[in-house]
């Protein structure tokens, strides 16, 4: 098939590129020329692992990248894969993705063929049918060929071209058979690689899945910090706890890792905008407020325990880790960055270190002390605050040595415990 996708940012790049690897002509269509110029270049405008080789792999062989619209009504199916940010009150921005929707339409405005446009962008249920749908409608002189599905994503940062090519589950938010057979069409090289679970249901389901799925992910990582709190006042190890809980098969052993809270572009968002539409409605979801609630007091908690050894004014303090997560350069609403704002406010002098994310972190906070390894970080620093689980962190062990006053504070249990270091994990 020839599959146009808009929007050419973290989604619509991993999904182009999968979608060219599985045998489809792709065409990335985006307003950005130099995302478009990196794109064609077979570069990766993010850093995501797998995502580059599948770019060097397919550009000019079944993927290219474009600012122009035109491919649109030449393809058999055209995918929405614009950002949705936040606004102030957690609701979600609609102005980029519902301009997106209607210059689609524009360009299908005189398809004589069924068309059907598929929103990958994650968008809240009533948003669908009260502004994307319209805005392609708009867009299209209401062309009754144009049909608007909702296809979300289940893809995490650091992993997403293994999610995409392996997925639990894939969702098809449709209102005819018609759209959903394109679907299959669309999916069906993927299916014949891997099992997985298809869901047929509406648009509006569809989306509320994934904010449902986000939400309960969030909530159980919550849970289990504050769990992992109240053990670490006890003076037991959440994660020996945790391991034990992980054995019901009614809770699994997935997300039981206790440690400085989630970050990131979808667990806030998602859960943010949950919260502010469910308020619209006049219901209070409570227990989605506590989720977030939880999450932002983890690095609070990650300085007490620091202050309980070190006083912060004049210190030297070291930040290890500054992406949300390992394997991704993506600091939006990094656990690094309250972290930061804390250590500065109380008068503590920072170095950091992460093997990816010092560029995008300057940007921010451009005073800090930028190092080119861990162990460069840590020298002669008077305490030390583990915010994100690299891998290399692991092997860190002579390098605390090399502190003024080996203080070590874990927010991922990645550091092994030993004589010589004041070693706090957060949970344990």
């Not at 690897?21 to 130099?34: M, N, P, Q, R, S």
């Not at 474009?66 to 102005?95: C, K, M, R, W």
């Not at 869901?199 to 969030?218: C, G, H, I, Q, R």
């Not at 692991?394 to 003024?404: C, G, P, Q, R, V």
Request: negative net charge; hydrophobic residues 40%; charged residues 25%.
């Amino acid at each position: 098939m020839h599959i146009s996708v808009i929007g050419s940012g973290y989604v619509g790049t991993t999904v182009a590129a999968c979608f060219a690897e599985l045998g489809h002509e792709v065409t990335a269509i985006d307003i950005d020329e130099d995302v478009v110029n990196t794109l064609n270049e077979g570069k990766a405008p993010i850093d995501e692992p797998g995502l580059e080789d599948l770019l060097e792999k397919r550009v000019g062989d079944r993927l290219e990248a474009t600012t122009s619209y035109d491919a649109v009504p030449e393809s058999d199916v055209t995918f929405l894969a614009i950002g949705t940010p936040s606004n102030e009150d957690g609701s979600i921005d609609l102005t980029a993705l519902e301009a997106a929707a209607e210059a689609t339409g524009e360009a299908l405005a005189e398809k004589s063929e069924r068309h059907l446009v598929v929103i990958k962008s994650t968008v809240t249920p009533m948003s669908i049918e009260n502004v994307l749908e319209p805005a392609v409608k708009r867009g299209a002189n209401d062309n009754e060929n144009i049909e608007v599905g909702m296809n979300p994503e289940f893809l995490r940062e650091g992993s997403a071209v293994s999610d995409f090519m392996h997925p639990d589950k894939v969702v098809y938010g449709t209102r005819s058979e018609w759209a959903t057979e394109r679907l299959h069409e669309v999916f069906e090289p993927l299916l014949e690689q891997h099992e997985a679970d298809i869901v047929e249901t509406d648009p509006a389901t569809a989306s509320m899945t994934k904010y449902a799925n986000n939400a309960f992910l969030a909530s159980k990582i919550s849970l289990v910090n504050d769990l992992g709190n109240i053990c670490k006042e006890f003076g037991l190890d959440a994660y020996e706890v945790m391991e034990a809980v992980g054995l019901d098969d009614r809770i699994s052993e997935q997300f039981l890792r206790s440690g400085v809270g989630w970050g990131g572009s979808c667990f806030p968002k998602d859960v943010n905008a949950i919260i502010a539409a469910a308020r619209e409605t006049g219901y209070d979801p409570a227990l989605l407020e506590a989720t977030v609630e939880i999450n932002d007091r983890q690095p609070d908690r990650m300085l007490d325990l620091l202050t309980n050894h070190v006083d912060l004014e004049d210190a030297h303090i070291t930040v290890l880790g500054l992406s949300f997560k390992p394997n991704t350069d993506d600091i939006r609403n990094s656990r690094a960055i309250p972290v930061i704002e804390a250590l500065q406010s109380q008068g503590a002098t920072v170095s950091a270190y992460d093997p990816v994310a010092t560029d995008e972190m300057a940007t921010k906070f451009p005073d800090v002390n930028y190092t080119e390894t861990a162990a460069d970080a840590l020298r002669g620093a008077d305490g030390a605050l583990v915010v994100t689980d690299w891998d290399e962190f692991s092997d860190l062990d002579a390098e605390f040595d090399e502190m003024a006053t080996p203080v070590v504070v874990d927010g991922r249990r990645c550091i092994t415990r030993r004589e010589g270091i004041v070693y706090e994990g957060l949970t344990w």
